[in-house]
């Protein structure tokens, strides 16, 4: 649960002192007969004293651990087997195998005909006129240029599709694997990957999750066409 961020904005006034500008008396002009001499100043009264800042209000005490519960069952179960072995798992690795192998054969016959006319231009270049040779170069550039977007293009296109079939298997595995754990009364389920450092092997849920996410699958998986 990540924490929210509190800020505090102190904002601080300042009283400005006024000053009264005394004027000189005119030369020749007569005196104005004396004031009276001034009453004594008058003490400001005294300010009452700033009142203290709003204390906040106490924190709620923290929730009371939760209790263990008696005779607590726990077992685990191994995803990635899950997916490589289970139909549902063979299909989205199939997709995913066969986009890679596609791009894969794309990729390598831009490169080969980059090299066919890198090996031209090292061969040939000295018998090319001016214009064929600047041609041929600029052609290299552009083929060099194009290999790289679509490497980055067809990578993520890749990634888009391995999320896809991630997602979904999650989708399809999660409410099996409840099931499975309310069945067997249990109160919490491990994965292998996460890191186990000792398990009875009699607690694999593995075999089961693969079994029954085989009974959702209607039909046996088929490699897609290349």
Same mark, same amino acid.
């Given at each position: 649960m990540r924490g929210s961020a509190i800020l505090a904005v102190l904002a601080l006034s300042l009283t400005a002192t006024s000053v009264t500008p005394v004027f000189a008396q005119a030369a020749g002009q007569a005196k104005p007969p004396a004031a009276p001499a001034p009453k004594p100043a008058v003490p400001a009264p005294a300010q009452a004293p700033a009142a203290p800042p709003a204390q906040a209000a106490p924190a709620p005490p923290p929730a009371p651990p939760a209790v263990f519960p008696a005779g607590a069952k726990v077992a685990f179960f191994n995803p990635p087997r899950v997916f490589q072995e289970s139909m549902e798992g063979k299909v989205a690795l199939a997709r995913v195998s066969a986009l890679t192998q596609k791009k894969q054969n794309e990729g390598?016959?831009?490169?080969?005909? =980059? &090299?066919?006319?890198?090996?031209?231009?090292?061969?040939?270049?000295? =018998?090319?006129?001016?214009?064929? *040779?600047? @041609? =041929? $170069?600029? $052609? #290299?550039?552009? $083929? /060099?240029?194009? #290999?790289? *977007?679509? /490497? &980055?293009?067809?990578? @993520? %296109? #890749?990634? %888009?599709? /391995?999320?896809?079939?991630?997602?979904?298997?999650? *989708?399809?595995?999660?409410? #099996? =694997?409840?099931?499975?754990?309310? $069945?067997?009364?249990?109160?919490?389920?491990? /994965?292998?990957? @996460?890191?186990?450092?000792w398990y009875d092997q009699g607690l694999d849920l593995t075999n089961e999750i693969i079994k029954r996410l085989d009974a959702t699958t209607s039909k046996p998986a088929t490699a897609p066409k290349q």
């Open positions: 390598a016959e831009k490169n080969k005909q =980059l &090299q066919t006319n890198q090996q031209k231009l090292q061969t040939s270049g000295t =018998l090319l006129s001016d214009a064929a *040779r600047t @041609a =041929l $170069e600029k $052609e #290299i550039e552009k $083929e /060099q240029v194009d #290999i790289q *977007r679509f /490497q &980055q293009d067809a990578q @993520a %296109e #890749i990634n %888009e599709l /391995q999320n896809e079939v991630q997602q979904d298997f999650v *989708r399809k595995v999660t409410p #099996i =694997l409840a099931a499975v754990a309310t $069945e067997k009364s249990l109160h919490m389920v491990f /994965q292998t990957d @996460a890191g186990l450092a």
